[in-house]
């Protein structure tokens, strides 16, 4: 079993930066992708950020984000507190919503890693708010 709590969302202007948490307790795995979504209502949950973390043999650690997340958005996972990070800069109105943090054990990361299906434990949300 796996508990992923986050924190961090809350309002911000247009422009703004904010940094997501999620902090994971609970299993652990060599090979583990780790995912940020984000929910608007009427909208199915969309991937705006991922990292693989495994052995370099098997790909170490990589990155994955969206072509309109590129350049303003990075995920991050610190081993040593056992968290995981969005760094969320240049934000816009269009990336208001809740954002969840979600885990896949025993896999990396692939080209599906944006659906939500694929993930096996998810945490509660953090609202975040842009205001123009």
């Known amino acids: 079993q796996v508990r992923l709590v986050e924190s961090g969302g809350g309002s911000v202007q247009a422009g703004g930066s904010l940094r997501l948490s999620c902090a994971v307790s609970?299993?652990?795995?060599?090979?583990?992708?780790w995912a940020w979504f984000r929910q608007t209502p009427g909208k199915e949950r969309e991937g705006v950020a991922s990292?693989?973390?495994?052995?370099?043999?098997?790909?170490?650690?990589?990155?994955y984000y969206p072509d309109s997340m590129k350049g303003r958005f990075t995920i991050s996972r610190n081993n040593a507190d056992d968290t995981l990070y969005l760094e969320m800069d240049n934000l816009k109105p269009e990336d208001a919503g809740v954002y969840y943090c979600a885990t896949n054990l025993r896999r990396m990361c692939d080209v599906d890693w944006t659906d939500p299906s694929k993930y096996e434990y998810w945490g509660q949300g953090t609202q975040v708010t842009v205001s123009s």
């Open positions: 990292i693989s973390v495994g052995p370099a043999y098997a790909g170490g650690i990589t990155e």
């Open positions: 609970g299993e652990a795995y060599s090979r583990t992708c």
